[in-house]
């Protein structure tokens, strides 16, 4: 089976930093997704990790840690618009390559 | 631009009608989705399908069904709707390995 876990709700300063944490346990794993979905709209891509290290992509950056089932999604120099929800989702080779998400971390960034 | 479009942006049916939710995508890709949306609970496969004609169940396909007659065309069924049917309803699609595109939505109440 498929299991993502990652924390409901994070607040953060504008111009801070955020992490947002996610665990998964995946038979067959075989790549991490990460989505940003704004309240009303359709989720988005971010990035996509399939081998251990670090993407970064602008502000955006994220990490993977297969032998530790772990991810994360790292957000520099918040902004106003970075006020979301984000998505962490396991894709699994055992699953036909679908798409697991988890429940989604919603961030509020603050003035 | 990867287009994904969906029949209604809002939609209200009564308690046992049959209802269709049209998704439409214009790049040709071979996989598409189905998932509902809820508070608490993430992003929920219904269905999915990888060609045409062809289809597979997701984590919760009871009380849907789904049509792909045509590659660009994924319609999901709602024999007899019920009000724990109420929920948002997420089209996607994908090339074979890549990322999901999102559709805007449907925001589905059954009263």
């Known amino acids: 089976g498929q299991n993502i876990d990652q924390p409901t709700e994070m607040t953060a300063t504008e111009g801070a930093i955020v992490q947002i944490n996610c665990t998964y346990q995946t038979s067959g794993f075989n790549g991490l997704f990460w989505y940003q979905q704004h309240a009303g709209e359709a989720p988005t891509f971010l990035s996509y990790n399939v081998l251990d290290g670090l993407e970064e992509k602008g502000r955006f950056s994220s990490f993977l840690s297969r032998s530790k089932g772990y991810s994360y999604l790292l957000l520099k120099e918040l902004q106003m618009k970075d006020s979301a929800s984000y998505l962490c989702a396991g894709k699994s080779s055992a699953a036909g390559n679908k798409l697991t998400f988890g429940g989604g971390t919603r961030v509020l960034v603050k003035p | 631009d990867v287009k994904v479009t969906q029949s209604s942006r809002y939609l209200v049916k009564r308690t046992g009608e049959k209802v269709f939710l049209e998704c439409v995508q214009d790049?040709?890709?071979?996989?598409m989705f189905w998932y509902r949306q809820d508070p608490g609970l993430g992003l929920r496969l219904i269905y999915f399908s990888y060609d045409v004609k062809m289809k597979e169940k997701g984590d919760i396909p009871e009380g849907y069904s789904v049509s792909r007659e045509k590659k660009e065309r994924f319609s999901l069924i709602l024999e007899s709707a019920s009000t724990n049917q109420t929920s948002m309803y997420l089209c996607?699609?994908?090339?074979?390995?890549?990322?999901?595109?999102f559709g805007p939505g449907t925001r589905l109440t059954v009263l």
């Open positions: 996607a699609s994908s090339l074979r390995q890549a990322h999901q595109y």
């Open positions: 790049m040709d890709h071979e996989n």
